[in-house]
Structure formats: structure tokens, C-alpha cells
């Protein structure tokens, strides 16, 4: 499901219609009359995130899951939150690993847990 959205509905009656190079280039991309569409796919993506960092950037996660799982009635926006938020810290990771190389962000919060653990550094 996307939101509210499931995602077959989704892809089948809006986003089939679209090619990659029209939502670009009503999107303002600069490189879409180039048809150069390298430029919107960065290497940080690719990159596989293990499970035990997602609980160092949201520790409270694990324990959320744990509480769901004991839940008889499971609501599914319930384990939409939960997806999402897995979701945003693999995001989170990924982005961490990008912004590592600039110093200023060095001294931030996220990089201060995410450097004590041998897999991020």
C-alpha cells in the first residue's frame, strides 16, 4: 500500500501512463530534454542497511514491533507506521553514510551513534 493507496491501483491507472522523461521534465529536471537521467539516482541508494543500525538511529523500534506483535487486533495503519519508520531510518542511514564526508556534519547526533558501530564505519 501506498498511504491510502493500494499499489497496483496506483501504478495501473496514474503512474503507467507517465514516462520517466515527462514527470522529469514537468518536474523541471534540467536534464530531461537530454534524456540524461543518470543524475537522478545516487550510489547511497543501493546501499544495504543492516537490520541492528535501523534500532541505533530509532531504538525505540524493536520494542514498538515487540508491542504489536502482542496486540491480538492489529490495525493495518499500525504496521504502516511501522514500515515507514523502517523506511525512514534506512533512509536515515543512507543519507548518514553521504553527509559523513562533509565535516560539518560530523558532530551530529545521528553520526555520534552511527560511528560507534563497526558496520557504519
Given at each position: 500500500r501506498m498511504g491510502k493507496w493500494l499499489?497496483?491501483?496506483?501504478?495501473?491507472?496514474?503512474?503507467?501512463?507517465?514516462?520517466?522523461?515527462?514527470?522529469?521534465?514537468?518536474?523541471?529536471?534540467?536534464?530531461?530534454q537530454l534524456k540524461d537521467f543518470v543524475h537522478n539516482w545516487h550510489e547511497r541508494f543501493?546501499?544495504?542497511?543492516?537490520?541492528?543500525l535501523l534500532h541505533v538511529v530509532f531504538p525505540f523500534l524493536r520494542e514498538f514491533k515487540e508491542r504489536l506483535e502482542e496486540v491480538d487486533v492489529v490495525q493495518p495503519s499500525m504496521k504502516s507506521m511501522v514500515e515507514v519508520l523502517e523506511y525512514l531510518a534506512?533512509?536515515?542511514?543512507?543519507?548518514?553514510?553521504?553527509l559523513?564526508?562533509?565535516?560539518?556534519?560530523?558532530?551530529?547526533?545521528?553520526?555520534?551513534r552511527l560511528l560507534d558501530e563497526?558496520?557504519?564505519?
Open positions: 499499489h497496483q491501483a496506483m501504478y495501473t491507472h496514474y503512474l503507467s501512463f507517465f514516462k520517466t522523461e515527462g514527470l522529469l521534465a514537468m518536474g523541471n529536471w534540467p536534464h530531461a543501493e546501499l544495504n542497511v543492516p537490520e541492528h534506512v533512509v536515515l542511514v543512507q543519507d548518514a553514510v553521504e559523513l564526508s562533509q565535516e560539518r556534519y560530523v558532530e551530529h547526533p545521528v553520526h555520534q563497526p558496520d557504519f564505519a
